[in-house]
């Protein structure tokens, strides 16, 4: 250690003060490291798959702070292209968001940003790349941002189960064809290869447990349908926030960007299996599959009660609310005839030339005006209509929304909604948290091919 004699450490003390005092220090500062690393993905059969992740690995590092805490992160871009990161869900200073050329210039490769905001509410989140997204985030650049209740309900584990959907040639790497017209027109990017991550890294549980599964669909355009299998409980938060009434946890539908938290009891005898699966039309895939090792207690363990709620407002009438309709239209089999590209109205065939396909009220990409202006604490309801032949996952930067039932009751608390083909469906929120927020659909290749807008929330 460093032994100042007093005069040295007065002289040094008087001349620091002279210094402009640092707005902050960042000594500390944990890093994120956008680069390249290459993980055992498939199996050990199979050569490593090379991947762009945080500090090298897919997912990232998980963060865990508690509610109310801030998160500081430095974002070190170790890429050849710019990238930024945005922390999905959280209700953020409009400045941390991390959308390049909207709330902040992209981060430059070998350059640093350094990303400082609280985590206002419980729950699970997620972080990922916002720049060229359908690459970035299709090779691996994401992870958990888990914020915890103060008073988090017992259990025995507390897993997050990061559920991602991956497109690998025979020898187990990254197909690097991001930018199909084809996929960018039907359903996106879909993959071959399903995989989910436990974290903690979780091989066996023992019956009669409770778990916490935080599951996170990270798929660039992949809805998961997930099944569990020898377990049961309720589903008790929806995109991080809690349900006033947990639900029967049976098959969890999650659209890209999509959580849901659900505490089960392991049901599964020894010599059984707890399995996470995927639903499809086919046979269904194990996803996870966890041994049982022995017994725990049978002692009744209490019901699976609500999760504390978070500080968020929630709408309570929609008087005085101003009503925005959002028309989706474009894609294969979606009849486009033309639309409105960087200011230029453009027919189908030249908007396919600039890579956009999909159109949010006539425009493709994202318009120089706000679909919407608001102000703190006016009502925003935005009816959508989805006229096109596909589903998307309409995702709200900064706020979380209810949808409007068509019994006129409000839904769970949202960021991402999942609207099926031809589906009507309504959102509303009350504005608390002024700045330029996208609103976007979270299936990549949509987003890439111009499901992009903005809302403007005014101070
Ligand atoms: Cu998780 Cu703008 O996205
Ligand atoms: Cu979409």
């Not at 609280?118 to 914020?147: C, K, M």
């Amino acid at each position: 250690m460093l032994n100042l004699k007093r005069r040295q450490f007065l002289a040094s003390a008087a001349a620091a003060a002279l210094l402009p005092k640092p707005a902050l220090t960042f000594e500390t500062t944990e890093v994120l490291e956008a680069r390249e690393g290459a993980v055992s993905m498939v199996s050990s059969d199979y050569p490593d798959t090379k991947i762009w992740g945080y500090n090298g690995g897919v997912p990232g590092p998980e963060i865990r702070v508690q509610q109310g805490a801030r998160v500081q992160r430095r974002l070190v871009n170790s890429l050849d292209e710019p990238t930024t990161i945005h922390w999905h869900g959280i209700r953020i200073d409009n400045a941390m968001d991390g959308v390049p050329g909207v709330t902040q210039e992209a981060v430059q490769p070998n350059t640093s940003f350094e990303y400082d905001f609280e985590a206002p509410d419980a729950g699970t989140y997620w972080y990922h790349s916002h720049f060229n997204t359908t690459e970035q985030i299709s090779r691996g650049l994401y992870g958990a941002l888990i914020v915890e209740e103060p008073n988090a309900p017992e259990v025995d584990h507390d897993i997050t189960v990061v559920v991602d959907d991956w497109r690998l040639s025979q020898d187990a790497q990254i197909d690097p064809d991001f930018n199909q017209i084809h996929d960018w027109s039907h359903a996106g990017r879909l993959g071959n290869f399903l995989k989910a991550t436990l974290t903690p890294a979780l091989t066996e549980v023992k019956q009669n447990q409770r778990l916490r599964l935080r599951f996170i669909c990270v798929a660039t355009d992949r809805v998961m349908n997930l099944a569990m299998l020898g377990m049961e409980g309720m589903v008790v938060a929806l995109d991080g926030m809690p349900l006033d009434t947990p639900t029967p946890a049976e098959l969890l539908t999650l659209g890209p960007a999509q959580r849901a938290d659900v505490i089960v009891d392991v049901t599964a005898a020894q010599g059984e299996k707890a399995m996470i699966g995927f639903i499809s039309r086919e046979d269904p895939i194990a996803l996870a599959s966890l041994d049982i090792s022995g017994q725990a207690s049978l002692a009744r363990r209490p019901e699976i009660a609500p999760l504390p709620a978070n500080p968020i407002q929630r709408l309570t009438s929609l008087e005085g609310a101003q009503t925005v309709p959002l028309n989706m239209e474009g894609g294969a089999m979606g009849g486009l005839q033309s639309g409105i590209y960087k200011g230029q109205q453009m027919t189908t065939e030249e908007l396919v030339q600039n890579g956009q396909i999909w159109t949010l009220n006539g425009v493709a990409g994202l318009p120089e005006t706000p679909l919407a202006t608001v102000a703190l604490g006016e009502t925003l309801r935005i009816p959508i209509l989805n006229n096109t032949a596909f589903a998307h996952a309409m995702h709200m930067h900064g706020a979380h929304f209810q949808e409007v039932l068509p019994d006129g009751s409000f839904g769970p608390l949202r960021d991402t909604i999942l609207i099926e083909r031809q589906e009507a469906r309504e959102i509303a929120f009350t504005a608390s948290n002024p700045g330029d927020w996208v609103f976007h659909c979270h299936m990549l290749s949509h987003q890439a091919a111009g499901m992009i807008t903005w809302v403007k929330v005014t101070s």
